[in-house]
Structures are given as C-alpha cells and as structure tokens.
C-alpha cells in the first residue's frame, strides 16, 4: 500500500497545490513504480521533465528509502541531489521551492518529509537558444 500527500509551495506570487497518491494493491504499486520508471528514462535520455513528473521522482524516492529503513534527516539531504534546474522545464524549480510530503506504506505508520528547496538554483538563469 501507498498514500502519499504532497503539498507544494513554489514562489510567493504562485499558489500552493497538494497532490495525492494513493495506490491500495500491488498491481496499482506497479502503475506508480512503472511510472516513475517512464520518468528516469525521460531523464537518462537528457529530455526535462515539468512539475508533475518532478514530484513524482521525489514521491518514489521517499518510498524507496522509507521501505529501506533509510532515516527521515538521510532522505532530505540526499533528495536535494535528485535533480539538477537542468533536468527540469523552465519554472519547474520555483514552483517546487517546498514540498511537503505524507507518506503511509505497508506498516501503517504516517511519516512527515519536508523538502526545502529541493532543485538548487544556484547560477539558474533563462537563455535564449
């Protein structure tokens, strides 16, 4: 099983949003996974993704390390290295400056992630091609 809330907060002059995944069987987990595998494909072959297959990047990260065992702090830091502002569309980094995630898994626990400016923008700038 997987409930997942997000809810995000990009720039002051944009309105936050929440996202719910909600997948109660294996065959709906396989859905989620493969989806999120259609994702990293995108990116091995240099393509960027938008808004919603970031958040979906992070969503199956956060599970995998969960169902790892791997601690909330370890998750956070190492979440902030997932994605580059070259990997997303334009707009992608300031629309994802918090996100806020609720996850329950197979155990039943709520677990609370929160990502502080997950896509670095450090030297981000728009270029005209």
């Given at each position: 099983?997987?409930?997942?809330?997000?809810?995000?907060?990009?720039?002051?002059?944009?309105?936050?949003?929440?996202?719910?995944?909600?997948?109660?069987?294996?065959?709906?987990?396989e859905?989620?996974?493969?989806?999120?595998?259609?994702?990293?494909d995108?990116?091995?072959?240099?393509?960027?993704?938008?808004?919603?297959?970031?958040?979906?990047?992070?969503?199956?990260?956060?599970?995998?390390?969960?169902?790892?065992?791997?601690?909330?702090?370890?998750?956070?830091?190492?979440?902030?290295?997932?994605?580059?502002?070259?990997?997303?569309?334009?707009?992608?980094?300031?629309?994802?400056?918090?996100?806020?995630?609720?996850?329950m898994?197979d155990?039943?626990?709520?677990?609370?992630?929160?990502l502080?400016?997950?896509?670095?923008?450090?030297?981000?700038?728009?270029?005209s091609?």
């Amino acid at each position: 099983m997987i409930y997942i809330k997000i809810t995000v907060k990009g720039e002051p002059d944009t309105s936050p949003f929440t996202k719910v995944y909600q997948y109660s069987s294996k065959s709906d987990e396989e859905i989620f996974i493969n989806s999120a595998i259609m994702t990293k494909d995108r990116l091995d072959k240099n393509l960027k993704i938008n808004i919603n297959e970031a958040i979906l990047v992070y969503s199956s990260f956060i599970v995998s390390e969960l169902r790892n065992d791997i601690p909330i702090e370890q998750i956070q830091k190492n979440a902030s290295h997932l994605l580059s502002s070259e990997q997303v569309m334009i707009g992608v980094p300031e629309t994802l400056r918090k996100m806020s995630f609720e996850v329950m898994l197979d155990d039943g626990h709520m677990k609370f992630i929160v990502l502080n400016t997950p896509i670095q923008i450090s030297g981000y700038i728009l270029k005209s091609t």
